[in-house]
């Protein structure tokens, strides 16, 4: 899980060549704006079968790979 939402990252929102981490500072870093960040929302949310709560959308979710693989098995938990 946490490969394709790196793989995702790198190939639509970085220049050619970038590469992250799973602990990589997303929106804190500037390596994401806004509107990359509600892009990466609808990826989630397609990919992975769920829905985000206006209040989810936020750094303390999506900073970093490792966190939004988090958000995304917390819905999961919820959704079974």
């Known amino acids: 899980m946490i490969d394709q939402i790196i793989t995702y990252i ?3 929102h ?3 060549g ?3 981490s799973k602990d990589t500072e997303l929106i804190s870093s500037g390596l ?3 509107i990359n960040t509600l892009k990466l929302v609808d ?3 397609e990919t992975f079968d769920i829905e985000l709560e206006a209040y989810e959308v936020n750094r303390d979710n999506l900073n970093t790979p490792s966190l939004i693989e988090a ?3 917390r ?3 919820k959704v079974v």
């Open 10 to 12: 790198v190939n639509t």
């Open 18 to 20: 970038a590469n992250i």
């Open 43 to 45: 990826f989630i949310e």
């Open 71 to 73: 958000l995304i098995l």
């Open 14 to 16: 970085l220049e050619e």
């Open 75 to 77: 819905k999961k938990e």
């Open 32 to 34: 994401i704006d806004s």
